[in-house]
Structures are given as C-alpha cells and as structure tokens.
C-alpha cells in the first residue's frame, strides 16, 4: 500500500478550500483518507495549515507528499 499526502477538494462551487490528507495512492481524490493534517485556502491568501509533528509521523513512516502539497510545506517552511 502506498501511502500519500495530497489534497481533498471541499467548499462551494468556485470557492474551494482543500484539506490535506493522508491517504492511499489508490483511493479517488475526495475518498478515503486515513488522517486529515492540515488545510489549503487558496482564496484566503493562500492560507495554510498545517499540523507539523503529524506530517512529520507520516513522513517517517513512508508517506510521500504530492508535488502540490510538497510545494506547499516548502512555502510554510520559509
């Protein structure tokens, strides 16, 4: 089972607000997740949170993050 952390599309129509989870490669976009670890409001600033020792727990146990979702720990790193 290959393990990712990516995005879940949740809001309105026009007004998104992403959820960053964890989940199985295999599962569709806004499906299964095993742990939600943070959120993405892009119309907010492009606020985002994240919780930091969870990312790091999934990181260590194997779980790789999406190329969106690595940019974004990059910005919140800075």
């Given amino acids: 089972m290959s393990v990712r952390i990516r995005l879940a599309r949740h ?11 964890v989940a199985d490669s295999r599962s569709p976009r806004d499906g299964r997740f095993l742990e939600v670890i943070g959120s993405y409001n892009p119309q907010n600033n492009d606020e985002v949170r994240l919780d930091a020792e969870k990312l790091k727990a999934w990181m260590q146990k194997g779980a790789l993050p999406s190329e969106t979702v690595g940019r974004l720990i990059r910005k919140v790193a800075h």
């Avoid at 129509?13 to 989870?21: Q, S, T």
Wanted: net charge positive; hydrophobic share 25%; glycine share 10%.
């Fill in 11 to 21: 809001g309105r129509r026009k007004h998104p607000i992403y959820r960053i989870v």
